[in-house]
């Protein structure tokens, strides 16, 4: 049995000023038996002395000892949207911006568990979200980017892959696919529809030495150009290397190479990346 308790103050000064104040009371319950286990809860959540119910459960069943596992859930929240968290997501947001709730359902099942040491997961998503927070240019000729907010269904295919191949050596991937269906917007601006991201990484001489590549691709995000018309943006494709050593047990030294193939992406528009760019340092341990 699980009761949570969480308060949550935003105060926000501009040219005016907003509050955006929630408490959240989440009380569970789950059992744990020899093939099934269930939770069963709620997310009371009040804001501005309104209510909201989200559900909290989740059933799931052993298939397969130790290899599959399925399960299925509901969950909801409202996430606060305040200037930290969007300006987190993107450095170049407007300093003038609204700040509201986004109130999600979740949906989610799928397949879990580990097969010859290798760990994964897939899992189908549906979410309905009110008052989703999309990034717009507001066309200025240093570019900031408006908050807009809309109602949307975000249908997500996404799986997940740890796999120890031998003492060492382990390669990990995730990757992720959305679908955004909006009520007023044309594009969902500025989130991204797939990403895949792959890395292995090698430790060897008694830890003192790791090695590690990663691959990262992310399709073009959709924004207004210019000419006010929905465009997509180019897209990532990113791989990078990097070593660490520790001379002994408390200090070392690593080297980081990225973007060897020195792709110019806009995550932004009018903001482009670096290219093949390398980072040297030295690292600590106690």
């Keep these: 049995l699980s009761i949570?308790?969480?308060?949550?103050?935003t105060r926000y000064s501009d040219t005016a000023r907003q509050t955006l104040n929630n408490f959240y009371l989440q009380p569970s319950y789950t059992f744990h038996g020899d093939v099934f286990a269930a939770r069963a809860g709620v997310n009371v959540v009040s804001h501005e002395d309104e209510f909201s119910f989200f559900p909290d459960v989740e059933l799931s069943a052993k298939i397969v000892e130790g290899t599959l596992m399925a399960f299925i859930g509901a969950?909801?929240?409202?996430?606060?949207?305040?200037f930290k968290s969007l300006s987190d997501y993107s450095p170049y947001v407007?300093?003038?911006?609204?700040?509201?709730?986004?109130?999600?359902?979740h949906y989610y099942g799928g397949i879990k568990g580990n097969v010859q040491g290798m760990d994964y997961r897939i899992q189908a998503n549906y979410k309905n979200a009110e008052d989703l927070a999309l990034f717009r240019s507001?066309?200025?000729?240093?570019t900031r980017f408006n908050v807009v907010y809309d109602t949307a269904t975000i249908i997500t295919v996404q799986g997940t892959l740890a796999a120890p191949l031998?003492?060492?050596?382990?390669v990990t991937g995730t990757v992720a696919s959305h679908i955004y269906s909006l009520e007023r917007e044309a594009e969902a601006w500025h989130l991204p529809?797939?990403?895949?991201?792959?890395?292995?990484?090698?430790?060897?001489?008694?830890?003192?030495?790791?090695?590690?590549a990663e691959l990262f691709i992310e399709n073009g995000v959709p924004y207004l150009n210019d000419e006010g018309k929905a465009d997509n943006l180019n897209g990532l494709y990113d791989i990078s290397v990097g070593a660490e050593y520790f001379f002994n047990e408390n200090l070392g030294g690593f080297i980081q190479i990225n973007n060897l193939a020195n792709n110019k992406r806009q995550r932004w528009v009018h903001y482009p990346t670096f290219g093949l760019n390398a980072l040297l340092g030295i690292s600590a341990r106690f």
């Design 166 to 170: 031998f003492k060492g050596f382990e």
């Design 75 to 82: 969950t909801g929240t409202l996430k606060k949207n305040n």
């Design 4 to 9: 949570t308790l969480i308060t949550d103050f």
């Design 94 to 105: 407007s300093s003038r911006i609204k700040i509201e709730n986004t109130s999600y359902y």
């Design 138 to 142: 507001n066309g200025d000729t240093l």
């Design 193 to 212: 529809a797939l990403s895949l991201n792959v890395g292995a990484r090698y430790v060897m001489l008694e830890n003192q030495l790791a090695l590690k």
